[in-house]
């Protein structure tokens, strides 16, 4: 006999009564409400083109770096086995394999945010009744992939099951964005998939291949880039295309939050060494400092909301990076800094009507520390949702222990899912719905916050608070 | 029907039966004893004159920044429209405007320490039923402002009734402290208020006007300045007047905790660069490093107790410092390092039986990992109590966990308000002893303390504990 | 009547009932099994040599820097007056002395793991009643006095009554490691304990006596230590010694974590500077980083586990340190970096099927931020256990909470007691299983681990765990 696989409605909320009971009350109250995502990495081809997923491990294992790594980690498999990286060659068999190591190896999940998804994904999604196991891996696998063939579990069909009323992606700012026009012209579509800037790779000038990026920017903008003001100009005519195109916001991610403005003869000095390839690590990360404060001038201008989430050490593991690429788990996260660094630009546009700044982070240190003076200063600063090894429930309950005091409720994001995994989105928000009923339970049952006063949070925390940071 | 305010008497207590019923005993036991508050910003002309509280508005919003940098950064508030900064012109119609933006956005203080604080005070102090709102903002004025011309709500007769046992202020230490010279000789006073010798300004030495201020502290001090040692003492003069004016303490806030000690000589050198205007700031600071040393070497001959806050980024908001000025709300805290930075200072005093050194930071980082140890080895250092952004419930509550069981229950410096809100003081005071008695009442339910050492501890927290850290 | 001693058998369990029950049934589940301790600072002569011990407070207070440096941060004590350092003269009258002022001063350790850990010592090893008070302080002090004469608590009747299934040293790579050799070949003897390697001085190039210490070396290796190949070669052949005794450790606490790999060039010629005493600071450093990571390359060949705890700021107390010397509990926590610092090492090693390497932290922000990161991506590297300041249970409890959810159940090290005071070993392994106990049982309260995984947890928490970080 299998182990069964419980879905304990009560999951993650506090085993004292009086705490549970309310808990209850307001994780219903939200859950009424459709799941925005404003934020995430779901290729929109899938949507647009609706084609179903091929099999259980090119759905749910493969693209998510937070599984793959743990079996390297802790059960020592090897990434290639899992079929990383995404695209390489996978049939049927091999996908049989990778699932079976997944399923054997369920034991390093456990107490895992991984587990609480996955669990939430086979008995919410797929109705599977077992735990994952060696004996059991087949079986899941097969139940699961007979489902997949189905019109029922098709991407566009998950989209209106998982009631998703938004779902952003996460795009190269050279790309003609053909998938979201295919989508924005199909009648038969309802939904609402966005994409999203992300400029970074443009913007770090010591980047041996930054002459050539600089070039591929300045012929998809139809823009002479030899000066820095026109590199500026490309970047303006990029956003603009973007935001035409449905975009709301564009997306950090740097070694550092500098954003020391230059004067003007610097900047085009270093632009131009950056240029002929001559510019050093240092010089580059100034002139870097200074272009993401310029990102922050033309969101004044284009309205798109700036989101930030530097130092991560990115693939760690030189050896792994050098076999399979990036985005394969072996990014670190490392200690950041905010007050010092963003003050540059805050000083200049935190005012200002226009922008809006959401900052995440993977160093919890900096939420109660920084993020939430900031956030309860300046009208335009948000404090990110926490996410990338915060998504998990307890990291959850610190954020807000940590974040909400400080008068933020109303200046925090939202849950924001980050991910390629697309089934576990609902998943994803649930444990977030959940920790956020929990944390308000808590308020009520010390006599913190009244019923009436939570309620409203409970609700406004998946509807008016990510609609008013995210613009939409 | 306006919404009721309600205030419950085991507010902030753990809704665990068990717990709750401990936490309420132990909260009693400490409530029996008056109010100590050897650290804030109140004027001392408030007591000396006993003139009556304006307004409302004057009296509990426009001089509370925590309470007006929520509103901005949330709401989107402007602070001018609050009446930022004080002293700037408030008429009657000003202040009831001011007192309705308040009111309507009183949904922005959810969950956080000011509204714990304004509850209490509404309902504590004013007898206020009714939670405060659009609706309700006239009603709330009016009845503060009815009370506030009475009698019973005069600043002496508040601090009898507030049980206050000790109210230091915040002092320039060129002050002649006439204000308390006033209350000192006053013979219908029987309180206690004392000056605090806070000299930040002089130990500054790359401050543009560093020549000016100490010009103007040699007069003061009637010593010459022209040589470092003259500097010196200035200062301990008027630590000396301070001292027999009734100050049992000096404060010091910094950028960085650093105590270097640099030789004579160049201290010289440095010194006499700083009067000529030409020292930079990296000189600057390490000049104000060592002032900062001295004011230890100092505290050994004439006792008073130090206290230290560094690392908070003043005034980031630079349009607004440059419109309203300081003390607006637009300070951040930043990381702070104090194992290797007080090295210095410790090693030569910090075994000294005349020094006694209360650190307090914006950083809770450095409870656990650094205060705890420093203050658990070294008889003189004190581990202050958690202020500033730190000083709302669960941020107590960590700081007792993080710091108490490194043995310093007993080398803590007591609740510290830190405010120039005097109305709130109580309140305050209250949200600390309400969590001290919860922190114990878990460690009695789970037998890590007996009851009678709990009781003990709770009222001690309140009574010997702040006494013996500023040896009052 | 003296205060009566309790030792509650639900001490450290969660009050709320559910939680609670749960708690005990895990508890006694690892309890069941004997203790592993695979690191700490036992003298191996007292098991070798099987002496009594000679008094309560040689035995139990002089040699534990916990209990020494509380007493004197907090009631004033001087260290001289507890016997400090080990080995100053202790005749019957100081020792009682000693202990009489420990007893008085009691109340000092409300709420610390000393006071948890003494309790248990008293009322579990030597049947002591009473609350310890300057009344009792006789009264407790014949009563250990007089068991201690007997068969029954001679260190190896103590070995064997605790339970013990393992107990690691610490040794000097140049050590004979004569007592470890007189158990091995003791046919009486059936316990296990075992030599670390802890190498930390001889890698410490800007030592003013590293040619000293270079040279000794090299004759206890009989090796030629003229040139930096000469170095690797002679620390390969001590910890092969070492290997042979029974060891399966290294261990390395340096400034930093830095592993940073020079040219052989540049190594050897700042290893020639060094051995010159011409190198500075900062190219010792340097050096000494390459050294660390060389120790990962010998590990690759020797399979011994690297055990990493950097940064501490050494005998912070300099005027302590020159009257009483090292380790006298004068030893300050500093904020430590592990991302990029460890990165060098990790990409050359990190997946090689030989190397392990257990990370250990006195600062506890990495442990989510970094730590559980690199454990969870690295088959290599292992989270150790809260230990040295973060060894008490509510910093456990947190360990636990930022540590586990990022799949490092199985990537973490088991308890690890570090410590001097033999008789505190149980103790000690006693509050992390039930800290243990009590974090599972809060998973399965909130339906986030089934019971059955729960227990397997706790079992392997205290037996595969231990022995697969430590290859055992």
């Known amino acids: 006999m299998p182990t069964p696989l419980n879905l304990n409605p009560d999951r993650l909320f506090p085993s004292e009564a009086k705490q549970r009971e309310i808990a209850r009350e307001l994780y219903e109250a939200a859950n009424a409400h459709p799941i925005i995502s404003p934020h995430g990495h779901v290729p929109p081809q899938w949507l647009a083109e609706n084609t179903p997923f091929t099999d259980p491990t090119s759905m749910l294992l493969t693209p998510d770096h937070y599984t793959n790594r743990i079996l390297h980690g802790v059960a020592g498999v090897d990434l290639a086995d899992l079929g990383v990286p995404v695209g390489s060659p996978m049939d049927a068999h091999r996908a049989r394999e990778a699932w079976r190591i997944f399923c054997k190896n369920w034991w390093v999940f456990r107490g895992t945010a991984v587990q609480t998804w996955f669990e939430q994904v086979f008995a919410g999604v797929f ?3 077992v735990r994952p196991s060696e004996e059991t891996a087949d079986q899941i696998y097969d139940t699961i992939n007979e489902q997949l063939q189905t019109e029922e579990f098709l991407p566009r069909s998950l989209y209106h099951r998982f009631n998703l009323a938004l779902l952003a992606t996460t795009d190269d700012p050279l790309s003609d964005l053909r998938y979201h026009q295919q ?20 913007l770090e000038p010591a980047r041996p291949d930054f002459k050539q990026l600089t070039e591929a920017l300045g012929a998809a ?18 956003r603009l295309f973007f935001k035409e195109m449905g975009a709301v916001s564009s997306d950090h991610s740097h070694a550092d939050a500098g954003t020391v403005r230059l004067s003007a003869k610097k900047a085009e000095k270093l632009y131009q060494k950056a240029l002929n390839g001559e510019i050093n690590a240092k010089d580059g990360a100034k002139l870097r400092r200074h272009m993401l404060n310029d990102q922050a001038r033309l969101a004044c201008e284009d309205g798109l909301v700036m989101t930030l989430h530097p130092a991560v050490h990115r693939n760690h593991d030189s050896a792994a990076f050098a076999r399979l690429g990036a985005d394969v788990g072996g990014d670190i996260p490392a200690a950041v800094e905010f007050t010092h660094a963003l003050q540059p630009m805050l000083s200049e546009y935190g005012n200002h009507e226009n922008f809006q700044v959401v900052v995440f982070t993977m160093d919890q240190d900096v939420y109660q520390r920084e993020l939430a003076p900031l956030a309860g200063y300046y009208p335009s600063v948000y404090v990110g949702a926490p996410w990338w090894f915060l998504d998990e429930a307890d990291a959850i309950l610190r954020y807000r222990e940590q974040v909400t005091p400080y008068g933020t409720f109303y200046k925090t994001s939202g849950m924001i899912d980050d991910t390629r995994a697309f089934a576990s989105i609902p998943a994803r928000h649930d444990v977030a719905r959940r920790m956020d009923a929990r944390y308000l339970a808590r308020m009520v049952a010390e006599h913190r916050l009244e019923m009436d006063e939570a309620r409203e949070i409970a609700v406004d925390l998946v509807t008016t608070i990510p609609s008013r940071a995210f613009k939409l």
Request: no cysteine.
């Open 183 to 202: 989508l924005n012209e199909d009648p038969q579509w309802d939904g609402r998939v966005i994409p999203t800037f992300r400029p970074d790779q443009y």
């Open 127 to 129: 109705g599977i009744d």
């Open 221 to 238: 903008a139809d823009t002479d880039i030899s000066t820095y003001a026109g590199h500026l100009e490309a970047m303006r005519k990029r």
